[in-house]
């Protein structure tokens, strides 16, 4: 199968390496990514030659997170295209938290909105660090809301209301401290440590590796169908606002939105 915005390489030990491939716009998610990435997710999942999956990512950036040009066209859209954009965002996250397969993210550079979101349905992240981090949407009139369930759960609450609505940029070694990311690398050394993390799967058996995984997420906090619709409904309803439309019309226009007119440049 073909890809426009992502890409899967494997190797003969059955480690798929599934690349973020939209260098070009800072691997923002794009509807045709959400859907790349669905599909990927899928087929990974279910291919039994594969044992475990590197999320890895083209260019500088990691994730920008969710793609404006695609957010600004959900805000203008009718109600049920609307809605049925929020849920193509819900259903990425869900079949890349549910796939069957451990999941090590390689975070080479920066992250933000989505792309935390991203971190945080891996199973462990290897990170730069240079790297920098932020749930930057309400900076944008926007809320963190399909990726929430996901960033409560691997950060806890308390962690994650440090920065969950504050939109400020951290660095490495604090997304350590959150729980965002397990281990710190420099750029040339992330391969050698995401080796260290995929070798051990090798020895496991891959029926009980899923299963444990399975019940890991069992034993965690919930994320079930009514928290997936909830935040389906926050994200329509920022959308459906008045700040959204502001913030991300601002952006465009390069110009600071009404909620900094006044503020210093940060």
Same mark, same amino acid.
């Given at each position: 199968?073909?890809?426009?915005?992502?890409?899967?390489?494997?190797?003969?030990?059955? =480690?798929?390496?599934?690349?973020?491939?939209?260098?070009?716009?800072?691997?923002?998610?794009?509807?045709?990514?959400?859907?790349?990435?669905?599909?990927?997710?899928?087929?990974?999942?279910?291919?039994?030659?594969?044992?475990?999956? =590197?999320?890895?990512?083209?260019?500088?950036?990691?994730?920008?997170?969710?793609?404006?040009?695609?957010?600004?066209?959900?805000?203008?859209?009718?109600?049920?295209?609307?809605?049925?954009?929020?849920?193509?965002?819900?259903?990425?996250?869900?079949?890349?938290?549910?796939?069957?397969?451990?999941?090590?993210?390689?975070?080479?550079?920066?992250?933000?909105? &989505?792309?935390?979101?991203?971190?945080?349905?891996?199973?462990?992240?290897?990170?730069?660090?240079?790297?920098?981090? &932020?749930?930057?949407?309400?900076?944008?009139?926007?809320?963190?809301?399909?990726?929430?369930?996901?960033?409560?759960?691997?950060?806890?609450?308390?962690? @994650?209301?440090? =920065?969950?609505?504050?939109?400020?940029?951290?660095?490495?070694?604090?997304?350590?401290?959150?729980?965002? =990311?397990?281990?710190?690398?420099?750029?040339?050394?992330?391969?050698?440590?995401?080796?260290?993390?995929?070798?051990?799967?090798?020895?496991?058996?891959?029926?009980?590796?899923?299963?444990?995984?399975?019940?890991?997420?069992?034993? &965690?906090?919930?994320?079930?169908?009514?928290?997936?619709?909830?935040?389906?409904?926050?994200?329509?309803?920022?959308?459906?606002?008045?700040?959204?439309?502001?913030?991300?019309?601002?952006?465009?226009?390069?110009?600071?939105?009404?909620?900094?007119?006044?503020? @210093?440049?940060?």
């Amino acid at each position: 199968m073909s890809y426009e915005t992502i890409r899967i390489e494997s190797d003969d030990r059955g =480690v798929a390496t599934l690349w973020l491939a939209r260098s070009e716009k800072h691997n923002a998610l794009s509807a045709k990514m959400l859907e790349e990435l669905t599909a990927a997710a899928s087929r990974l999942g279910h291919d039994d030659k594969v044992r475990v999956v =590197v999320l890895a990512a083209d260019g500088p950036t990691f994730c920008a997170g969710g793609d404006l040009g695609w957010m600004r066209e959900q805000i203008s859209a009718d109600a049920e295209t609307r809605r049925a954009g929020a849920r193509q965002l819900a259903d990425m996250l869900m079949a890349m938290n549910t796939m069957a397969k451990p999941v090590i993210g390689r975070v080479q550079g920066n992250a933000f909105g &989505g792309g935390v979101g991203m971190m945080s349905v891996c199973d462990v992240v290897i990170a730069a660090r240079t790297a920098k981090f &932020g749930l930057t949407e309400t900076k944008l009139g926007l809320i963190p809301a399909t990726i929430g369930p996901y960033v409560l759960a691997r950060m806890g609450e308390d962690k @994650a209301r440090r =920065v969950f609505m504050s939109g400020r940029i951290f660095d490495a070694e604090e997304a350590v401290t959150l729980n965002l =990311v397990a281990r710190l690398a420099d750029v040339e050394d992330l391969d050698a440590l995401v080796e260290e993390e995929v070798a051990p799967y090798l020895l496991c058996a891959p029926g009980a590796v899923a299963e444990a995984k399975r019940l890991a997420r069992a034993l &965690g906090p919930r994320i079930d169908s009514a928290m997936i619709e909830h935040s389906i409904d926050r994200l329509i309803a920022m959308w459906e606002g008045d700040e959204a439309p502001e913030g991300i019309a601002a952006f465009f226009e390069k110009r600071k939105p009404r909620w900094q007119q006044g503020q @210093a440049a940060r």
